[in-house]
């Protein structure tokens, strides 16, 4: 689902994942940046379906306390009869300085810390942490505070923790520390190379949550420009020069000279300005007519299948309402599948799913 952009309501992306549930959807991913936060989406999202899980995508570390994402992850997980997914990631120095107010430095360490006390809390642990990032009680303090343990009794006590990162050193914690990675611009041709040390890293059941923006549409060419603003605000417009994670990511993937291009015409002219054109692979310019898409391993059928996250009836080739951290189905190995152009009321349907495959 994203986030609700401005000027517009977070009702609109709930609609959008109701209607992904009743079409057999496994789950739908809220984001926030500084605008509309996802805890309070999910919670409506989660009234107002069965059986869809709800996943954040991402809750900002530096935006709550560690204890806080316990008592919200608990209490998402309590009330939607354990469907709550707990996707986290540090954001980045726009965001955590400009906006929280809360230093940048040491994302890695900091982030092992809050994944460990959360996981402390969710265990109902009498909470004692004393680490470089956080200190649980205060020892310089009123010495009034005492350890605590988490009221709520959770449903789940391992409630499954995702995380978004991009450096080789921080998806390398991912596949560590949590039990499910959140890359953006996954590449399945690249991907697996990038991040080779930390593949090595995973375990049985490992979940990898790649997110790709997909549109449904006869004319290539137009639904390649309908995204370009997507990814020149990202490769081109976050962060600042020389200090810009997409930029960085498009560069480990092969793309240089893309991603530099992309950043000038960017800081040149806005997100209006055209980016450069890029050969289109043919594996993407045909959609699959098939219900299912296929595992990690590119196999059709298997027990792990990639889900289905999001859905909308935008016709094409405007952009799906599901917005940046959408993403559609295919298979790590064998590259983007476009989703089932399915057909409803004689309306075409744009649809955003995710591979969500178990890359163990």
Known sequence: MGYASPGTSPLEPIALAQEAERLGYDSAWAAEAWGTDCVSVLGWLGATTTTLKLGSAIMQIPGRTPANTAMTAATLDLLSGGRFLLGLGTSGPQ??????????????????????????????????????????????????????????????????????????????????????????????????????????????????????????????????????????????????????????????????????????????????????????????????????????????????PARRRCSSRRRSPRRCACSPSSSCEGSARGGTRHADPRRDTGRRRCIEGSLVGRDG
Request: net charge positive.
């Open 95 to 304: 965001v955590v300085e400009g906006w929280h107010g809360q230093p940048w430095a040491k994302p890695l360490g900091r982030t092992r810390e809050y994944v460990e006390i959360v996981r402390a809390a969710l265990r109902r642990e009498t909470l004692e942490f004393h680490g470089d990032h956080y200190d649980i009680p205060r020892r310089d303090g009123t010495g009034l505070g005492k350890p605590l343990k988490l009221m709520a009794r959770p449903l789940r006590p391992d409630i499954p923790i995702y995380i978004a990162a991009m450096s080789p050193k921080a998806v390398r914690q991912a596949f560590e520390i949590a039990d499910g990675w959140l890359p953006i611009f996954w590449s399945p041709e690249q991907g697996r190379h990038a991040y080779a040390d930390a593949f090595a890293l995973a375990r049985p059941g490992f979940d990898v949550a790649a997110s790709v923006p997909v549109l449904v549409s006869d004319d290539v060419e137009a639904a390649r420009d309908a995204l370009k603003p997507y990814y020149a605000l990202y490769v081109g417009g976050m962060g600042a020069r020389g200090k810009n994670f997409y930029n960085e990511l498009c560069r480990r993937y092969g793309y240089e000279a893309a991603a530099d291009e992309i950043q000038d015409l960017y800081r040149r002219g806005g997100s209006a300005t055209p980016l450069p054109r890029c050969r289109i692979p043919s594996s993407t310019r045909s959609r699959s007519s098939g219900r299912k898409s296929g595992s990690p391993t590119g196999s059709r059928r298997g027990a792990n």
